[in-house]
Structures are given as C-alpha cells and as structure tokens.
C-alpha cells in the first residue's frame, strides 16, 4: 500500500544516519522479544504490513522498536488474541495504535524460509531493459514508490522467493522471480552519476 513508510527516495528527511546501536534502551530489547515470541498464526509479510497500517503519525514518532510494538497490539487485536480495551486498561487509552485495517490475514502460518523453486524460467534476463510498472496496490507491497515508471537494466536474476503481495494477505505464496535492476540515479532523481540496484519482483515488471 502507498503510505509514510514508503520513505525511500522522498525528500527533506535529512541524511540516513548509521548507528551500530541495536537496542538503546531495555524496553526495545522487550518488545523485540515479544514481537518474535508471540503465538501469532502469520508471516514475516503481514507483519510488516502491520507496520504499514500504523497511523502516519505513530509512524514518524514511534522509532523503530515503537513500531514493532504497535504493530505486535495491532496483530493481536485483530486476531482477537489481546482485545486493545484490555490493553488500555493497563497502561491506558494514549497509548492505543490507530491503524488502518488489512485487506486480509494469513489463515496459515508459513513454514520454512520465503526461498522456493518454479518449473518455468524467469521473464527477465541480466541485461535486459525493463520498465518498473507504476502499481498502486491497496495491500502489502515490496515495490518502492520511487522507481515506479521508470526503466532499469536487471543486473541479477535471483531465485525464486515467496511473494510478499500475496502471502501478508493469506492468498498464498504465490512465488516470484526477483530481479536486482540497476537504474540511474539521474533518471530517478533528475540529478546525481551513481546508479542505484533494487530487488524487485517479476509482477512488478515489464519488457521496457
């Protein structure tokens, strides 16, 4: 879905800043704990789609390890799991996530790693042009906003990998093809020499 956390190539955010640092505090080790133990039937893609749901707000504000949180309550509560109210009660009602509601859930928890094998070939070559197909997808998507409608060249053709799109939904694993496509950073961004590589799904492509 397009929302805040699709943040990657938007301006006036300031400079990406590196930090080594994995928990700055107790309670983020806590909610890492929680957010990785909980009994929850899911995937790791419905999961992140949780954190695309948050209220833009909360997103910005809530830090890395605040959005896990939040989207640990939002996957409880809409699995019936821990009820919000109860929730509230104890730690009271500002702290409540807004989010928007998904479009499905995972009925099934996945096993194993998202890698899988398909009988037919890729549609893409290395070296082949491509054009990013500009998709606005109301449910989980792994396509960037900033290279939608652009044309690239596939430097690499990955493995076969569980489609996110699909899979944060329950419609299946649906697996895909991913292809490392480079592009031109002048192209993106009207400025710069560096090109830019980006993993991205044969759904999301075409024959430029």
Do not use: K
């Amino acid at each position: 879905m397009d929302g805040i956390h699709d943040l990657g190539g938007r301006q006036g955010f300031g400079p990406v800043v590196r930090d080594e640092v994995v928990f700055h505090a107790p309670w983020e080790r806590l909610a890492f704990v929680l957010a990785m133990t909980a009994r929850i039937t899911g995937n790791t893609d419905d999961f992140r789609h949780a954190i695309e749901r948050l209220d833009p707000a909360l997103y910005l504000t809530a830090g890395y390890y605040g959005r896990w949180l939040a989207a640990l309550e939002v996957r409880l509560d809409e699995r019936g799991i821990v009820r919000r109210d109860d929730v509230d009660a104890v730690v009271g009602p500002t702290a409540r996530p807004d989010y928007t509601p998904s479009i499905g859930l995972p009925v099934h928890a996945q096993q194993g790693g998202p890698r899988r094998t398909l009988d037919r070939r890729p549609a893409f070559s290395a070296g082949q042009e491509v054009r990013v197909r500009d998709l606005h997808p109301t449910g989980h998507t792994r396509l960037p906003g900033f290279v939608r409608g652009h044309r690239g060249v596939v430097a690499i053709v990955h493995p076969a990998f569980v489609y996110p799109d699909s899979n944060a939904h329950g419609r299946g694993e649906d697996p895909q093809y991913v292809y490392s496509v480079c592009f031109r950073a002048r192209d993106l961004w009207g400025e710069s020499d560096h090109v830019v590589h980006v993993d991205l799904f044969e759904p999301y492509l075409e024959a430029a």
